[in-house]
């Protein structure tokens, strides 16, 4: 009896381990949270070709302050060296000049500026989980300031994309200021923006006075809108396929 009583507890155990760890992450693929339970995801070649219908401008009228753009581009392959030299040799064909180059391991980080349009930016180059990861900043533009941006523009940098390998995932992040502007009003002017550009809202958080948040979604895609204190708005794609 003892010895069924033990056989019967490591069987159940074992039935219970297996239910646990079979059990998906809420926001994961399938999960009950899934907002795209058919799987239709865009991939991130998709997104980056339909980028030029992602046009958005600044609120007009409005002080601008602490800009700061950033786009990562993950490719599957690791020649580091040959992306990296592409990118060299598609800023400077679009007028920028390296200003520093640092090289270590399987990562090269570079800087570059533009004197006609006084962009600078920082590239960096490097493999992450067997793919290149290509990291774009652009940080403390002071302007002039264009009317509009999307997601591979701005000021004047349109973004190229590597030819020789498969883009497998993108992540942007758009940070600026209105200083000058309630937290109210810089949050009513991108959403109504946003839904005039055939965004969707999905979700919003709006129930602190100096930080308002929401997702939208468009076409598969999703995007995530915080203006918070100081009106520092910030947009991003995080993951174009993370939902």
């Not at 920028?96 to 962009?119: C, H, L, R």
């Not at 920082?122 to 652009?138: K, L, P, Q």
């Not at 030819?163 to 009513?188: I, K, R």
Request: proline share 5%; charged share 30%; with cysteine.
């Amino acid at each position: 009896m003892r010895r069924l009583v033990y056989v019967l507890l490591i069987t159940l155990a074992a039935s219970l381990t297996a239910c646990a760890t079979s059990v998906n992450d809420p926001n994961d693929p399938g999960g009950p949270n899934d907002p795209d339970p058919g799987g239709n995801r865009p991939t991130a070649a998709q997104v980056l070709a339909m980028s030029d219908d992602f046009d958005f401008s600044f609120m007009p009228g409005e002080d601008i302050a602490d800009v700061e753009w950033d786009i990562e581009i993950d490719y599957d392959t690791t020649e580091f060296q040959a992306v990296f030299d592409y990118y060299d040799a598609a800023l400077i064909s679009a007028g920028f000049t390296q200003t520093d180059i640092e090289t270590e391991g399987d990562e090269i980080e570079a800087d570059y500026s533009n004197a006609a349009t006084g962009v600078d930016v920082e590239i960096e180059v490097s493999i992450d989980d067997g793919n290149v990861e290509v990291d774009m900043d652009i940080d403390d533009f002071t302007g002039p300031f264009p009317a509009g941006f999307s997601l591979t523009e701005f000021g004047g940098l349109d973004v190229p994309i590597y030819g020789g390998a498969n883009v497998v995932d993108v992540e942007w992040d758009f940070n600026f200021d209105h200083p000058s502007t309630s937290v109210q009003d810089v949050f009513d002017y991108y959403d109504g923006q946003l839904q005039d550009l055939g965004w969707t809202q999905v979700e919003i958080d709006d129930g602190d006075d100096d930080e308002m948040e929401a997702e939208y979604e468009r076409e598969g895609v999703r995007l995530e809108l915080e203006v918070e204190d100081n009106s520092e708005v910030e947009l991003e794609f995080n993951k174009l396929r993370f939902y």
